[in-house]
């Protein structure tokens, strides 16, 4: 089967969306952090947790409910030379929501993803991973967090020159000591649970990114985040440059992957229709804060005006 062109991706049936379940102005049919249970197909039980010695809600003795604070920005400056990107910035993520983040172009939603896992360091103020800040931690320990914490870069960010299969297993090879035919399983299942699966994508593990059309490098680049078996997976702008069908399918992917995997998520778009699909809670960064963060529902109902002219896209 030839997966080298859009019009496949957009044919396959697999996770795409209804039409009524994806549209401007309508939520998500249940929120999932409530439900999403760590002990499925691919939960805290999984071979790759425990070769790694993870467990969600569990940090270096510490532990974590669903619904309790896993990240915290407490009164948070970060500035490139004069460009002051936030000030003062207050901001919780709760253990096993998907927290949507919105805001103006080049207003430094991206930042706020590169500060949880150590890519960027505050200028003041603390960025909190069960209560250890980030910013004080040690190469080592960073190692450590950029396992749990795995985040999905714009672009995707994949290898050209390796295989899929050597794509997203990768991070296996670098930090456990599983086997070649084992982690080519656990690939395999990465790709299954994105909608790759090498039983309904003949050779498709043996192929280089660049035979792939954008759709699906997108869900090759998901397929290795999760293949640590993540406690949290960050997403920059995940349906840029996607046409709609895969905007679609990208979004249930998100929560499918809340649901079967019982992670957080932390997804930063400027995609109304993605992030009210998504989002168990909706937050919008304005004038280097994060003044509103509400339940989807509740941010939906917002009557002030600098929320309203943003997600109805109006201009002055």
Same mark, same amino acid.
Not at 165 to 180: F, I, K, P, S
Not at 270 to 277: G, K, N
């Given at each position: 089967?030839?997966?080298?062109?859009?019009?496949?991706?957009?044919?396959?049936? #697999?996770?795409?969306?209804? /039409?009524?379940?994806?549209?401007?102005?309508?939520?998500?049919?249940?929120?999932?952090?409530?439900?999403?249970?760590?002990?499925?197909?691919?939960?805290?039980?999984? #071979?790759?947790?425990?070769?790694?010695?993870?467990?969600?809600?569990?940090?270096?003795?510490?532990?974590? @409910?669903?619904?309790?604070?896993?990240?915290?920005?407490?009164?948070?400056?970060?500035?490139?030379?004069?460009?002051?990107?936030?000030?003062?910035?207050?901001?919780?993520?709760?253990?096993?929501?998907?927290?949507?983040?919105?805001?103006?172009?080049?207003?430094?939603?991206?930042?706020?993803?590169?500060?949880?896992?150590?890519?960027?360091? @505050?200028?003041?103020?603390?960025?909190? $991973?069960?209560?250890?800040?980030?910013?004080?931690?040690?190469?080592?320990?960073?190692?450590?967090?950029?396992?749990?914490?795995?985040?999905?870069?714009?672009?995707?960010?994949?290898?050209?020159?390796?295989?899929?299969?050597?794509?997203?297993?990768? /991070?296996?090879?670098?930090?456990?000591?599983?086997?070649?035919?084992?982690?080519?399983?656990? @690939?395999?299942?990465?790709?299954?649970?994105?909608?790759?699966?090498?039983?309904?994508?003949?050779?498709?593990?043996?192929?280089?990114?660049?035979?792939?059309?954008?759709?699906?490098?997108?869900?090759? /680049?998901?397929?290795?985040?999760?293949?640590?078996?993540?406690?949290?997976?960050?997403?920059?702008?995940?349906?840029?440059?996607?046409?709609?069908?895969?905007?679609?399918?990208?979004?249930?992917?998100?929560?499918?992957?809340?649901?079967?995997?019982?992670?957080?998520?932390?997804?930063?778009?400027?995609?109304?229709?993605?992030?009210? $699909?998504?989002?168990?809670?909706?937050?919008?960064?304005?004038?280097?804060?994060?003044?509103?963060?509400?339940?989807?529902?509740?941010?939906? @109902?917002?009557?002030?005006?600098?929320?309203?002219?943003?997600?109805?896209?109006?201009?002055?």
């Amino acid at each position: 089967m030839s997966t080298s062109n859009s019009d496949q991706d957009a044919a396959e049936s #697999g996770e795409s969306l209804d /039409a009524h379940e994806l549209v401007e102005g309508q939520g998500p049919p249940a929120a999932s952090s409530g439900s999403a249970s760590s002990s499925g197909m691919f939960g805290s039980s999984s #071979g790759v947790r425990r070769a790694l010695g993870t467990t969600i809600g569990e940090f270096n003795g510490k532990t974590c @409910a669903r619904g309790e604070t896993v990240i915290q920005f407490d009164q948070v400056d970060k500035a490139f030379g004069s460009n002051v990107i936030y000030k003062g910035m207050d901001l919780d993520i709760r253990l096993g929501e998907t927290l949507t983040i919105i805001g103006g172009s080049g207003e430094g939603k991206s930042v706020c993803l590169k500060l949880m896992i150590g890519l960027l360091h @505050a200028n003041a103020g603390r960025v909190l $991973y069960y209560g250890e800040d980030v910013g004080e931690m040690d190469a080592e320990r960073l190692r450590e967090i950029r396992m749990r914490v795995s985040m999905v870069f714009q672009g995707g960010a994949l290898f050209d020159s390796m295989t899929i299969a050597h794509n997203v297993g990768y /991070a296996l090879r670098e930090h456990t000591d599983m086997g070649d035919e084992e982690i080519e399983r656990r @690939a395999a299942e990465s790709l299954t649970l994105v909608g790759l699966g090498p039983d309904t994508h003949a050779g498709i593990m043996d192929q280089l990114p660049a035979a792939l059309s954008v759709g699906m490098r997108k869900r090759v /680049a998901l397929a290795r985040s999760i293949a640590l078996r993540p406690e949290v997976i960050l997403y920059d702008e995940p349906t840029t440059g996607l046409d709609p069908s895969n905007c679609n399918r990208i979004a249930r992917m998100i929560r499918k992957l809340q649901r079967e995997l019982g992670v957080t998520s932390i997804v930063v778009t400027h995609d109304m229709t993605t992030a009210w $699909y998504v989002a168990d809670r909706v937050a919008m960064l304005y004038d280097k804060r994060f003044p509103w963060v509400d339940e989807t529902e509740a941010f939906r @109902a917002i009557e002030d005006p600098r929320v309203r002219d943003f997600i109805e896209g109006r201009t002055s």
